[in-house]
């Protein structure tokens, strides 16, 4: 059982910038692929970036491709997301997600942060 716990969201005007933090705890870290996910207000939640295990393939949604990095210390059992440019559509609540393999649904979620962006 893997719990993860978000940090680093807040509030930044556009062309900001924000870092993210998920700390994992309760399993092997470096076993789990992680994501991040987001959900805005009145939409569903979406895919925003997921890194594997060692770090080394990432992939993005298209709209924060270039503006967002995943990483991961698997030595601190932590997962990152740099957001640069952001954007009033940015806003959203981000969650951070474990899964043991790479495909279907992410078994374990975080409690979310709020990222706020203003125009």
């Known amino acids: 059982q893997v719990q993860l716990v978000e940090s680093g969201g807040g509030l930044v005007q556009a062309g900001g910038s924000l870092r993210l933090s998920c700390a994992a705890s309760g399993g092997t870290f470096s076993k789990y692929v992680m994501a991040w996910f987001r959900q805005a207000p009145g939409k569903e939640r979406e895919f925003v970036a997921t890194?594997?295990?060692?770090?080394?393939?990432?992939s993005y949604t298209d709209s924060v491709k270039g503006r967002f990095t995943i990483s991961r210390d698997n030595a601190k059992n932590t997962v990152y997301l740099e957001m640069n440019s952001l954007k009033p559509e940015d806003t959203a609540v981000y969650y951070c997600?474990?899964?043991?393999?790479?495909?279907?649904?992410?078994?374990?979620w975080g409690q979310g942060t709020q990222v706020t962006v203003s125009s």
């Open positions: 997600a474990a899964n043991p393999v790479v495909s279907g649904t992410y078994p374990y």
């Open positions: 890194v594997r295990w060692n770090g080394a393939i990432t």
